[in-house]
């Protein structure tokens, strides 16, 4: 039988070991990376749809574009990391700030949908990746 030995530097893992005690805290950063890229890419595209070819005058009131944010990060039961970037509840006036969303996405009887959530979440894929990757590198570079 074979016998291998391999030889870590000291260094390599106290900087590991570093890691290993940040692990939430270097996540989390990640995570907000790229959440941040997400949510800019939502934010101007439900501004550019927001009133938009309509046959009255637009009664928004900007709520709904204020409503709209990260949610913390949480661990679930499996240990994955997760955020959302949605809109928040509850509505000061009548409604759900997610059932104006929803009609606006995918539109409803005598209003044609304008999509914001679907073309923002295809677009900004790429760049949500790069950034967290980026900020993931940071973190480590600091330790």
Do not use: W
Request: hydrophobic share 40%; aromatic share 4%; glycine share 8%.
């Amino acid at each position: 039988m074979a016998k291998a030995q391999l030889q870590i530097p000291e260094a390599f893992l106290a900087s590991l070991e570093a890691l290993g005690e940040r692990t939430d805290a270097v996540l989390e950063a990640a995570l907000l990376a790229g959440a941040e890229v997400v949510l800019s890419k939502v934010r101007g595209n439900l501004h550019s749809v927001i009133g938009r070819n309509l046959k009255e005058r637009s009664r928004s009131t900007g709520t709904l574009l204020a409503a709209l944010g990260i949610s913390p990060v949480k661990v679930d039961y499996k240990g994955i990391y997760n955020l959302k970037v949605g809109f928040s509840e509850p509505r000061r006036s009548s409604g759900s700030n997610a059932k104006l969303a929803a009609i606006l996405e995918y539109g409803k009887h005598g209003q044609p949908p304008k999509p914001f959530l679907r073309p923002a979440r295809s677009s900004s894929r790429a760049a949500c990746i790069q950034a967290m990757k980026a900020k993931l590198e940071e973190e480590v570079n600091k330790i």
